[in-house]
């Protein structure tokens, strides 16, 4: 913001000293502060640099889990919904950006298991764009994330426009893509009921709920459930009895439901997320996808390593 208004500063100081060619005190106080002012953009960008790191790390570590991500917004009732399906307490207040950093807990998601919750900072319109670069370092979490929540105010007379603003900044930081269930919050704010169905029309999937209240809750908790599983395939993996590594990976990353022996083969059923199917690279092992794919009664742990 300064560099370009840092000649514009020093006006009052004169330019020449004792001849032509020669600089004033006015230039020189102008060069001191340009390069300082530089000096500070590159130890933000370093800065920057380093806590985007740190961001992929920490997320790294927790890939035993499957994540959701509360993405939205501002002031569309994240933080109170992380607390109402987690227990915690972070802080909420009835304000834009009351939240501008990620917290995680811990989600005893029904029928599924535990999953991580993150919350993060809500999004504005016009997202400037000197400031996506913060945006992706501050929703790391949102990028790595299996599914995102995308939390809207039902209440607010431009839930429309800030639905539209929020996918614009995904597509902008470059996660538009990622599986998500639309979250309508607030609904016991709604005056006019009538709001609720046109939302309801334009979003059929959409989840109404109110964080506040624990109305719908369940609704989301069962939509979540069924978005997660989308993400696993139900297969058959025939391998040898001795690909002990093989059979400790399929029960590591996803549910073996069922062995079948024969002589010295082996055939396992299990679902497994997708992600990690492509892993199972043994020359001798054979994967035949089964129809169906049922939520997992637990979640996947275990490493990322490639199965030889």
Not at 171 to 186: P, T, Y
């Amino acid at each position: 913001y300064a560099m370009p208004r840092l000649k514009r500063m020093w006006t009052h100081l004169s330019r020449q000293k004792k001849g032509v060619g020669l600089r004033g005190p006015g230039e020189k106080q102008l060069e001191v502060d340009r390069r300082l002012v530089e000096r500070r953009i590159s130890d933000l960008k370093n800065e920057l640099g380093r806590i985007h790191r740190r961001r992929e790390r920490e997320v790294a570590a927790r890939r035993d889990l499957m994540t959701v991500s509360l993405v939205g917004y501002t002031n569309a009732g994240k933080s109170t919904l992380l607390n109402r399906l987690t227990g915690a307490d972070v802080f909420t207040q009835d304000a834009l950006f009351a939240t501008l950093d990620t917290r995680t807990r811990r989600w005893q998601l029904p029928g599924w298991g535990p999953v991580l919750l993150s919350d993060t900072v809500g999004f504005i319109r016009n997202l400037p764009h000197h400031l996506i670069a913060s945006f992706k370092a501050t929703l790391e979490e949102a990028r790595q994330a299996n599914l995102l929540l995308h939390v809207a105010d039902a209440s607010s007379r431009t839930a429309l426009d800030q639905i539209s603003a929020a996918y614009n900044v995904l597509e902008e930081i470059g996660i538009e893509e990622k599986d998500s269930v639309l979250v309508l919050n607030k609904i016991d704010r709604l005056e006019d009921r009538n709001r609720l169905v046109r939302l309801i029309s334009r979003y059929p999937n959409a989840v109404p709920i109110s964080a506040r209240s624990g109305d719908g809750v369940e609704r989301l908790a069962m939509a979540v459930s069924e978005a997660l599983s989308r993400s696993f395939v139900d297969v058959e993996v025939e391998t040898g009895v001795e690909n002990g590594r093989l059979m400790a990976y399929l029960a590591a990353h996803g549910e073996v439901l069922s062995k079948k022996y024969d002589d010295t083969r082996v055939t396992i059923h299990c679902r497994i997320p997708k992600r990690y199917l492509s892993r199972i690279n043994s020359s001798d092992a054979v994967v035949r996808p089964r129809p169906g794919n049922a939520v997992p009664s637990k979640p996947p742990s275990g490493d990322m390593e490639d199965v030889a």
